[in-house]
């Protein structure tokens, strides 16, 4: 409508009236590239399709169930119940995770896990027994296919333990990972086993040099530790 009607305006041929519709323009695009440039991102992310409305997702440092897709922005509800609004040119250059794609009836679900480091004195096998009761135990995760462990790391001194279980429930990971962290703790002390990652501290004489050897003069000695009371 305005191209239409501009060049009945009066004035519209002034070089004035022509100067002033030019900045107006600028302003305009100017202003309006950021919602731009979401609009087009919203447009490619709908054609993506990396996820949809429910889905548990984590863009960047945020992770929540997506409840509003639009043009614009989307909008996050994180396990505490803070809606958050993010760009989509955000999302869009951001790397998303979706936690809800596999826990469909054909797919096994989502498969979380947790570390514990146990020193090197408790057999490995003892170890799994603990963990796998532990995990059976936890409500919210599927018992097929069966929880497992991995040895993550071989560290100085002890070893990582990680206990794999599959879970159809991605909504709820706070609190399957709380009631884990409890059965595991259960599991252990029934058990026998202290959840400890032990550390060990050797001394040496520092009063030593530590140039080598074949640097040192033939008579060189380490000098002693000497304590000074000026009492």
Same mark, same amino acid.
């Given at each position: 409508m305005v191209v239409v009607i501009f060049p009945y305006l009066p004035?519209?041929?002034s070089p004035i009236f022509k100067g002033v519709s030019v900045f107006v323009g600028i302003l305009f695009s100017l202003g309006s590239s950021n919602a731009i440039a979401n609009m087009v991102a919203g447009l490619v992310? /709908?054609?993506?399709?990396?996820?949809?409305?429910?889905?548990?997702?984590?863009?960047?440092?945020?992770?929540?169930?997506?409840?509003?897709?639009?043009a614009l922005v989307t909008r996050i509800r994180t396990p505490k119940f803070e809606d958050i609004t993010i760009?989509?040119?955000?999302?869009?250059?951001?790397?998303?995770?979706?936690?809800?794609?596999? /826990?469909k009836n054909a797919?096994?679900?989502?498969l979380i896990h947790t570390t514990v480091t146990i020193g090197y004195d408790v057999p490995?096998?003892?170890?799994?027994?603990?963990?796998?009761?532990?995990?059976?135990?936890?409500?919210?995760?599927?018992?097929?296919?069966?929880?497992?462990?991995l040895q993550t790391s071989l560290d100085d001194f002890y070893v990582s333990y990680q206990i794999n279980v599959y879970t159809k429930h991605p909504t709820r990971q706070p609190l399957i990972y709380s009631s884990l962290h409890q059965n595991i703790q259960d599991s252990f002390n029934a058990a026998g086993i202290e959840i400890m990652s032990p550390h060990y501290s050797a001394l040496r004489d520092g009063n030593t040099t530590t140039i080598p050897e074949n640097y040192l003069k033939k008579d060189y000695e380490a000098p002693f530790f000497n304590i000074k009371n000026k009492s």
């Open positions: 004035g519209s041929d992310i /709908t054609y993506m399709r990396p996820f949809k409305i429910g889905d548990f997702i984590k863009i960047g440092d945020v992770s929540g169930e997506v409840i509003e897709k639009t760009p989509n040119s955000t999302v869009l250059s951001s790397t998303s995770t979706n936690y809800s794609s596999n /826990t797919n096994n679900g989502l490995w096998a003892s170890i799994y027994e603990a963990l796998i009761e532990a995990a059976l135990k936890t409500e919210l995760i599927e018992k097929t296919p069966a929880p497992f462990v």
